[in-house]
């Protein structure tokens, strides 16, 4: 039986090798030494995935969308290297020796950070000094709390899917999806990263707009100009003042019941003879703002 080895991605992996050149300009790599830099045992000699797969022969990768598969390992090619030792380092001080290869989730969060940003600081949407505004990137394990080196889901991630991923580690968000009034995200109209860049600090709460932007790149009828303007809504970081942007168990996804209103216009006595509130009374109906009537009347 002939044996099993990365050889057999290497027609894939020349569309790739391609893709690859042509994202080493942005990359910055320009040499396998210029790549290998850096790495713990730099001066070790690179082995080649096919050596590494004959003693760990459970990594050999099950599909050509693999990580793996992705990273270029033929050995007559200028990035050859690319492979294993892409991210484990080179082998050649290794052969079984715990301390002659790096084993990512040992490496600290910057470490990661580095290891991973070799090929992806300008990689599609991710961006080095954004990620590095992010609370995310506070964390410990950094990168590798969401993707895996050798996970098949999309996107490596550890999790299936994006939004089970967030629930891992953000529980109480499940809770507020599920509320009375809620943003359509279980229902799969909206995902966490809908609002959220996981990569990215550039907006307070890692938002992928700053403040009422986002609300308004979904709610384009809420950004007005109106004749008649509440700047409660309209004044630019107002729609979180009156909604939560999760869930509520207020219809709406208010955040006050009864005394929403009341925040501001503090001279206001809630009425006892008006059943209803301000708004669902039928009396400040337009409460975002009106063309028609300066008190918000329909
Ligand atoms: C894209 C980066 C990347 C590539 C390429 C890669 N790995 Fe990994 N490897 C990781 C990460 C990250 C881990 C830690 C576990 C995880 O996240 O899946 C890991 C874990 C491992 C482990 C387990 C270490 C332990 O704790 O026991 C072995 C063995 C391994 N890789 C071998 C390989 C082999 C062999 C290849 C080539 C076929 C390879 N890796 C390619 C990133 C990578
Ligand atoms: C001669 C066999 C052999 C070869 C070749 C080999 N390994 Fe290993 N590798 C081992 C053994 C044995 C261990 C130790 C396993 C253990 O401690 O449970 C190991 C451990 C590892 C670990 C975990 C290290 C740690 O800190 O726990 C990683 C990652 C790894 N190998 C990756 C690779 C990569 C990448 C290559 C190719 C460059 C490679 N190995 C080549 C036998 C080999
Ligand atoms: C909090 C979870 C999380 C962390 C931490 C994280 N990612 Fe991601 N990443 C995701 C999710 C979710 C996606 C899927 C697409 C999306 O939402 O942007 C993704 C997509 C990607 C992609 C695919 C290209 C793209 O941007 O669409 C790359 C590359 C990537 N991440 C690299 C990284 C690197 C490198 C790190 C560490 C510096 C990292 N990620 C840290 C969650 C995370
Ligand atoms: C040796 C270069 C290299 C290293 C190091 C590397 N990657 Fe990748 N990665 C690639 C290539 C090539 C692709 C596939 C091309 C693409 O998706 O644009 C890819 C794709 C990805 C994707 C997107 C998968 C998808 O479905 O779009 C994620 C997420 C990712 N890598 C995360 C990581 C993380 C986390 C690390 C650090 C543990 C890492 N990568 C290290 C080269 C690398
Ligand atoms: C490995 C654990 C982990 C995972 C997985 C994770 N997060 Fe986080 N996240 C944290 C921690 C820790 C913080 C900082 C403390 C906090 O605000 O809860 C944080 C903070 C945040 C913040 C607040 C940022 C700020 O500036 O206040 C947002 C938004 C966020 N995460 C979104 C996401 C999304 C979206 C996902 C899924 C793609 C995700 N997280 C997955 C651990 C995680
Ligand atoms: C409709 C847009 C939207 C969606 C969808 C969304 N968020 Fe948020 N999220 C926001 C906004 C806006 C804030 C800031 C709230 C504030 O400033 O009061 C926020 C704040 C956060 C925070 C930090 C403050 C807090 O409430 O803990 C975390 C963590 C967070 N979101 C995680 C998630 C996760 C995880 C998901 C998916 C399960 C998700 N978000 C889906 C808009 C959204
Ligand atoms: C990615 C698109 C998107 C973004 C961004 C977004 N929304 Fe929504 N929003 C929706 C969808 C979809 C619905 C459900 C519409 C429906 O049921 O007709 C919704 C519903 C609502 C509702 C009504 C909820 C109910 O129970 O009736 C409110 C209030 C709301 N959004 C406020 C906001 C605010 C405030 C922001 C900014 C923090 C925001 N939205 C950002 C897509 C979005
Ligand atoms: C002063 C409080 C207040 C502010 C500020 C506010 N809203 Fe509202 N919003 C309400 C009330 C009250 C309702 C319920 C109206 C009803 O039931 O007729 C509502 C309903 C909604 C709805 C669902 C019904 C509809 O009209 O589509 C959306 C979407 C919405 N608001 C988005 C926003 C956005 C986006 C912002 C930021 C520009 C914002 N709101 C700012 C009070 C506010
Ligand atoms: C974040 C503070 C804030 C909240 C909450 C708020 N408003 Fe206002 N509202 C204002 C400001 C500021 C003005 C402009 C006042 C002025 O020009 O004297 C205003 C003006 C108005 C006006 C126009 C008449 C006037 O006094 O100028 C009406 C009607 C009104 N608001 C109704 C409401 C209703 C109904 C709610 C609850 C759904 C509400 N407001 C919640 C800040 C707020």
């Known amino acids: ?138 964390l410990d394990d950094s990168c590798l709390g969401c993707h895996g080196g050798h996970s098949d889901y999309d996107d490596f991630l550890t999790y299936e899917s994006s939004e089970e991923l967030c629930y891992t580690c953000h529980m109480e968000k499940r809770a507020e999806f599920n509320m009375r009034s809620h943003h359509p995200l279980d229902e799969g109209i909206v995902g966490c990263d809908s609002c959220h860049n996981p990569h990215s600090g550039v907006y307070d709460g890692q938002l992928v707009a700053d403040s009422d932007e986002l609300c308004f790149s979904c709610h384009a009828d809420k950004e007005g100009p109106f004749i008649y303007d509440h700047p409660a809504a309209t004044a630019g970081d107002g729609c979180t003042t009156c909604h939560f942007a999760h869930g509520s168990n207020t219809d709406s996804l208010l955040v006050l019941p009864h005394r929403l209103c009341l925040q501001c216009h503090t001279d206001k006595e809630p009425s006892i003879h008006h059943p209803g509130t301000c708004w669902s009374s039928g009396c400040h109906v337009d409460v975002h703002g009106s063309n028609t009537h300066p008190l918000f009347f329909d």
């Open 1 to 138: 039986m002939p044996q099993r080895n990365l050889s057999w991605f290497l027609p894939g992996a020349g569309l790739l090798v391609l893709i690859l050149i042509l994202l080493s300009s942005s990359a910055g790599w320009t040499t396998e030494d210029d790549y290998m830099a850096g790495y713990t045992g730099a001066d070790a000699d690179l082995t080649g995935s096919d050596t590494c797969v004959m003693c760990h022969r459970d990594y050999v990768p099950e599909s050509l969308f693999s990580h793996q598969a992705y990273i270029d390992n033929d050995t007559g090619s200028e990035y050859y290297g690319f492979g294993c030792e892409g991210c484990h380092g080179p082998g050649g001080n290794h052969m079984g020796d715990p301390e002659g290869i790096i084993n990512p989730p040992m490496l600290d969060a910057e470490g990661i950070t580095d290891l991973c940003s070799k090929c992806h600081s300008n990689l599609r949407t991710y961006d080095l000094q954004e990620w590095n505004l992010s609370e995310h990137y506070m």
